[in-house]
C-alpha cells in the first residue's frame, strides 16, 4: 500500500509559524508518528509553496498510489485549478486542516475543493493527517 502526504504553501513552517494555531511539531516528527503507527505502508511526502507543483502531484500519482492526504492551506481557499485536478483525479483525495477553517476570517471559511475530495478533516491538529491515513486504509481493507 502507498499514501502520498502533500502539503500546500507555509506548512514547511509547521513547529514554527503561529504555533498557537498548528502547533509545535514539525512535519518531520508528524510523519515519523505516521510511519511507526503504520510500517506496513510506504509513505511519500511532498510540501510546495507553489500551486502548479501541487497539482502536478495530483496527477502524477493518479491511479498509482492509494490515496492521497492533502493539507493545500491556503489554496483551498482560492484555487480553482487545484479543485479541478482534485476533481478529475482517480485517487482519493482527503482534505485535511490543521485549525478549525470554518472558525477562523471569513476568507478561510470556505474551502473550494471539500466537495471534490472523498473526506474533509478540519479542526483536529495534527491527529487530522493520522485520520486520514487510516481512512484511506479502513476503506481498502
Aim: charged share 20%.
Amino acid at each position: 500500500m502507498k499514501i502520498v502526504i502533500l502539503n500546500g504553501p507555509n506548512l514547511n513552517r509547521l513547529g514554527h509559524r503561529n504555533p498557537d494555531v498548528y502547533g509545535t511539531q514539525s512535519m518531520e516528527q508528524v510523519l515519523l508518528a505516521i510511519q511507526n503507527q503504520w510500517q506496513d505502508v510506504y509513505f511519500e511526502y511532498h510540501q510546495s509553496n507553489h500551486e502548479g507543483d501541487l497539482i502536478d502531484y495530483i496527477q502524477q500519482f493518479d491511479g498509482q498510489v492509494n490515496g492521497i492526504v492533502l493539507n493545500p492551506g491556503g489554496y483551498a481557499h482560492t484555487s480553482v485549478a487545484l479543485r479541478d485536478a482534485i476533481e478529475d483525479a482517480q485517487t482519493p483525495v482527503i482534505e485535511v486542516h490543521i485549525s478549525d477553517i470554518t472558525q477562523r476570517e471569513s476568507f478561510r471559511r470556505n474551502s473550494l475543493i471539500t466537495d471534490v475530495c472523498h473526506l474533509a478533516i478540519i479542526g483536529k491538529g495534527i491527529d487530522g493527517y493520522k485520520e486520514a491515513v487510516k481512512y484511506i486504509i479502513d476503506s481498502l481493507a
